[in-house]
């Protein structure tokens, strides 16, 4: 009888044993099988805002009412899509983390205080991230005077801060002091400007704006939005060598994000006015995808 039972224990001992080796081996198995379930390419439309206006007057190319911006949100949520940023689309190309099959993209460029009152309350409401791009030397100057304007104030580093805590906000470069069209447009090369000194001027001010922000909000940005889409033939290589690891056009195109570092640099934007609607600009967007897919 003692023979059976000592027998009987080291019968289940086996049979743990194995069940506990089948468990382990079958565990790396499912998370390869996993991750080759994770899309190898995401197409990513980038919607591009500047200024929130109630004022019709004052609406233009760039300027749009905070109403059609909240019929922007609900027609993205009603229809399935999830609203990402810049350090999504890292984590999915560095890592293992997934992006979702039906992303979008919305940035706001120059950091104009309107974002703040208008579009920010909306983008909490509905459940959606966006991306602001301030000029660095104007939210420092309006940080100083806190000149409070809808129609033309510029967020100060509190209005920043307070975004950045609700985890909807991302933060990224858009130069210190190079977002005017002279002397030079952007941060263009000027012609006969020696690559050289143009290297070293340009640096200088993103610099700048990366150790302003870093101070201020506790993260230097890792993208950079060109001013007005201007760059020239070795800006991208100057942006790189800075350690940006993404950038952002002006360029109406659709993007392909997939596991090349290099599908995050030079994305394209689509300029957001109110001459259509969100669903007619998705679906122009949609059709340039796919031509660009069959071509």
Not at 10 to 16: A, H, Q, R
Not at 27 to 50: S, T
Not at 72 to 94: A, E, S
Not at 247 to 270: A, H, Q, W
Request: aromatic share 10%; hydrophobic share 35%.
């Amino acid at each position: 009888m003692c023979i059976f039972t000592k027998v009987k224990k080291y019968f289940l001992f086996i049979v743990l044993l194995m069940f506990i080796i089948a468990i382990l081996a079958v565990m790396p198995g499912a998370k390869n099988k996993n991750e080759k379930n994770q899309p190898e390419k995401v197409y990513l439309p980038v919607i591009m805002y500047h200024s929130l206006l109630k004022d019709k007057n004052l609406q233009n190319n760039y300027t749009i009412s905070p109403g059609l911006f909240e019929d922007d949100l609900k027609h993205i949520t009603q229809n399935g899509y999830t609203t990402v940023t810049v350090n999504d689309l890292i984590n999915f190309v560095y890592s293992d983390k997934a992006l979702p099959d039906k992303c979008i993209m919305l940035t706001f460029d120059d950091g104009y205080y309107n974002n703040y009152y208008y579009a920010y309350p909306l983008l909490k409401e509905y459940n959606c991230k966006a991306i602001i791009s301030p000029i660095a030397s104007v939210t420092e100057k309006f940080t100083q005077t806190r000149d409070i304007s809808v129609t033309y104030g510029h967020l100060s580093v509190d209005d920043i801060k307070d975004m950045l805590k609700s985890g909807c906000i991302e933060i990224q470069n858009h130069s210190y002091d190079m977002h005017s069209l002279s002397p030079r447009r952007g941060i263009e090369q000027k012609r006969a400007e020696n690559d050289e000194v143009y290297k070293n001027i340009i640096t200088d001010d993103i610099n700048k704006a990366q150790s302003y922000l870093k101070t201020q909000t506790g993260a230097a940005p890792n993208c950079f939005v060109y001013p007005f889409g201007a760059k020239s033939n070795n800006t991208l290589d100057i942006i790189k060598e800075l350690g940006f690891v993404c950038t952002m056009t002006c360029t109406e195109k659709p993007n392909v994000i997939t596991k090349d570092p290099n599908s995050l640099f030079e994305l394209g934007r689509y300029r957001r006015d109110s001459k259509e609607t969100m669903a007619q600009l998705l679906n122009r967007i949609k059709a340039e995808t796919e031509k660009n897919v069959k071509n």
